[in-house]
């Protein structure tokens, strides 16, 4: 099995994004796949009887429409960026717009925000209708490329003279 990172590179070399997702065990797990078009990715999360959160209605659980719109977000993000390193979620607010019936979900991103390191990206899952959303997601994410460190700068206080010029 090949690196997530590989499989990042790869992505954007082939066009071939589900090779990304077989790299990425709970996408897996979701029965998650992407398909591009017309210059955008579309994800689809395929019903599964695991997925169901609420077996009276029954309704998907919201933890799995939450980790598709974050997921979707990421993977916009690589898709349009130089970066080769899975951007980091530094936030994410979802919205639970409907009940989300027990069949296949639908999921695009886009980027709303994009600074040197922070991006912000919009995520909307559907199910038949497009113009009739399940969840949305305002996600926030640092883009930490390969030749950059995670570390946080060592001065955090308000004093921005001791900062780190990252």
Not at 104 to 132: D, L, M, P, Y
């Amino acid at each position: 099995m090949i690196s997530t990172v590989e499989a990042i590179a790869e992505a954007k070399r082939t066009g071939d994004w589900n090779r990304l997702i077989e790299t990425l065990p709970f996408m897996r797990f979701l029965g998650v796949r992407l398909e591009e078009r017309g210059g955008q990715l579309l994800g689809r999360m395929g019903f599964a009887e695991h997925l169901v959160g609420n077996p009276s209605l029954p309704a998907l659980h919201g933890g799995t429409l939450g980790t598709l719109l974050e997921a979707s977000a990421q993977i916009e993000l690589l898709y349009r960026a130089e970066t080769v390193v899975l951007p980091k979620t530094i936030t994410i607010t979802v919205d639970f717009l409907r009940s989300a019936r027990p069949v296949e979900t639908f999921v695009r991103a886009c980027i709303k925000k994009q600074g040197r390191r922070v991006t912000t990206v919009q995520s909307v899952a559907w199910q038949e209708e497009e113009s009739k959303p399940v969840a949305t997601a305002t996600v926030h994410m640092l883009i930490i490329g390969p030749e950059q460190d995670a570390v946080l700068p060592e001065n955090t206080t308000g004093d921005a003279s001791k900062r780190d010029p990252r």
